[in-house]
């Protein structure tokens, strides 16, 4: 999906897995029904933020390869 607004609705955010006590960002559809993760998991919550905005940006940018 190159050069399309595809992820237009879409937002960013982070979760907490307690097991392994690390953050992983994420880009989800504002109707919840998509939702794809960061491959990395971070220690630092704002490194996840900041990997979330990161995997937007991809996405819009056509560059997402599991879209």
Do not use: C, P, Q
């Amino acid at each position: 999906m190159t050069g399309t607004d595809a992820y237009d609705d879409w937002h960013t955010g982070v979760e907490f897995d307690r097991e392994t006590r690390t953050w992983r960002g994420f880009i989800k559809h504002n109707e919840g029904d998509k939702l794809h993760l960061t491959d990395e998991s971070f220690a630092d919550k704002g490194d996840a933020a900041v990997a979330a905005s990161d995997l937007l940006d991809a996405a819009r940018s056509g560059k997402l390869e599991s879209a």
